[in-house]
Structure formats: C-alpha cells, structure tokens
C-alpha cells in the first residue's frame, strides 16, 4: 500500500509541475502588453515610459523569461504569491480570508449531496422499474441537465421573492449569526449540490444493480440473509468503487461551480475573488487561483486512487 500511495504521489508531484508551468506561460503569452491592460484596469495611470519601466521593474517584468519562472515558483512555493495589481493586497492572504467561505459552502454542498444521491440511489436500485424509480431517475436528469446558474435564479425567484424563506443573496459569518450563516449559505449550497446529487443517484443505482446481480449476493441470499443485510453486508462496499471515481470528479468541479454561483449569490469566497480578478486582469490572482484549482483536482484524483486501492486490493497490483 505504501508503495502504491509513493507512486501516485509521483505522478501528481509531475502533473502539477507541468500544470504550473503551462499557467505560467499562459499568462505571459497572452496576446498584447497584458500587464499593462491589467494595470489600467485597475486605476493606475500608466502616463510615461518610466512609469511602465518601475512598474516593470516591480513585478520582475524586466527579467528574462526562464529567470522569472524560477523567482516566482521558488516565491510561490514559500508563501509569497505575490501582489494583486487591483487591490495592492497580498495575493496569500487574501486567498487566506476567502478560503473558509468556499470551504463552508463545499462542506453544505456535499452534505446535501450525499444526503439526497446516495440514499436515492440506493431506493432506485431496490426498486427498480417501479413508479418510484421512475420519479428519482426523471428527478436525477432534470437535476443534472439544469445550468446552476438558471437553477440559482430560479432558487432565488421562489424562496426568496415569492416565500421569502432564505435571503437572496449576501453572506453573514458563522460568529456573528450562526442562524443566519446557515441560511445565507442554504440556497447556494443547494444550488451547487444539485448537480451532483443527480449524478451521484445516477451512479449509485447503476452500481448497486450490477453488484446485486453477482454470485456472491445470491450465495447471500441462499444463506437466508434479510435483504437489508445483503444490501448493507455484502452489496454496498464492492458498489461504491465506482461511484468513489464520481464523487472525486464531483468535488474537484465543485471549485469551478462556485466561481459563477459565488458571483450570482454575492458570496465573498474564492470564486467571487477569481471572477472580479478575470475582470480586472489581475494576473497574480489568477495564476494562483488556476494553481489551487489544479491542486483540487489532483488532491482529489490521488485521494479517489487510495480509496480504489482499500476498496479493492487488486488496484494496487496495477
């Protein structure tokens, strides 16, 4: 297991160095002076040949190019990701700040779509062909085929204009109002589980039926063993290997979700930190946010492996 979990680390440790440096070049070779775009977007007058030499000066922009890769990657790695050409803020820190509302927002994401996916995954595959099959598999594609965004407003139009239930937009902080931090985050966590709740179900269902179909369930079955324990027993961990490759494909989008649902709700969380920095051009901002995306999606990819290889020893023969 050890050696299996080294080489997984290897081959994200390789992936995310090219990540880093393709985000890089990216942003360099973008066309035009892009730096100069983004500095007056920002509010700075850029007047003469020496101001764009000082400010070139203080962002490294003077340096050859392989030069500075290297002052910004070792930069990065220590913690000094640079400054935010529309706020003048340190780009860590406010990565710091925005962080534990993006996370609070996963975190009520994916409690409700493991509350809802799962245990209608797993009625739709007990019940199949049944009227009640029908209702979850048509729920799940709906769910899954609505844009989150049109889903948002829809969710904002019913439950905060007609039933004014929630607040429709704005975040309140869990040490303020505990109350009102749950129901500031309830629409936008519901909006951005929806999705993959539908397709959890989807996935659950498919799984469980193949796996109740094998040998070893009827073998369970002859043995006089109640359903509920055949499911709970024997059925449910060997279907989970799939539905595990879901759920890490579910969380590792869930970065790129909230980078529109952050904006439509007026959440002040890394997603709305990386739309106004795209507007802005805030260059240092974005490099770092499309780092932290790529180390969500590789974090998760690794985690999905280790978890292949407890639920089925065979994996870590390959």
């Known amino acids: 297991m050890g050696r299996f979990i080294a080489i997984r680390l290897m081959h994200a440790l390789i992936v ?3 990540v880093i440096v393709l985000v890089f070049l990216v942003t360099r070779l973008i066309p035009g002076d892009a730096f100069l775009v983004a500095v007056a977007a920002s509010g700075v007058e850029v007047d003469s040949a020496k101001t764009v030499k000082v400010l070139e000066e203080f962002y490294g922009l003077n340096k050859p190019f392989y030069e500075q890769f290297l002052i910004w990657l070792v930069n990065f790695v220590s913690g000094d990701w640079g400054e935010s050409i529309g706020t003048g803020g340190d780009v860590l820190e406010m990565f710091l700040d925005r962080c534990p509302i993006t996370l609070q927002l996963f975190f009520w994401a994916t409690l409700w779509q493991f509350l809802i996916g799962i245990p209608a995954g797993v009625i739709s595959a007990l019940k199949r062909n049944s009227r009640t099959d029908m209702a979850i598999t048509t729920g799940a594609l709906i769910g899954f085929a609505i844009p989150p965004f049109w889903q ?12 004014p239930i929630f607040p429709p937009s704005g975040y309140v902080s869990f040490a303020e109002d505990p109350m009102g931090n ?16 539908a397709l959890l179900a989807r996935y659950v269902r498919s799984s469980l039926l ?3 179909s094998q040998d070893f369930v009827r073998t369970a ?14 059925a449910m961990k060997p279907a989970m290997i799939p539905v595990v490759t879901v759920v890490g494909l579910i969380w590792a989008g869930l970065l790129g979700g909230s980078f529109i649902l952050e904006f439509v709700f007026a959440l002040p969380g890394l997603g709305r ?7 802005q051009r805030d260059f240092p901002v974005i ?6 995306v790529s180390l969500n999606v590789l974090f998760m990819n690794f985690i999905v492996d280790v978890l292949y290889a407890y639920l089925d020893p065979r994996v870590r023969l390959r």
């Open 16 to 18: 995310l160095f090219i």
């Open 221 to 234: 079955r002859a043995k006089g063993l109640g359903e509920r324990a055949v499911v709970t027993l024997h």
């Open 152 to 163: 948002a407003i829809v969710m904002i139009y019913l439950f905060a204009v007609l039933l």
């Open 182 to 197: 749950v129901m500031s985050m309830a629409l936008p966590s519901m909006v951005l589980g929806t999705s993959g709740a």
């Open 210 to 212: 193949e796996v109740m």
């Open 287 to 292: 490099q770092a946010m499309l780092i932290i």
């Open 273 to 279: 930190m990386t739309v106004d920095a795209i507007y």
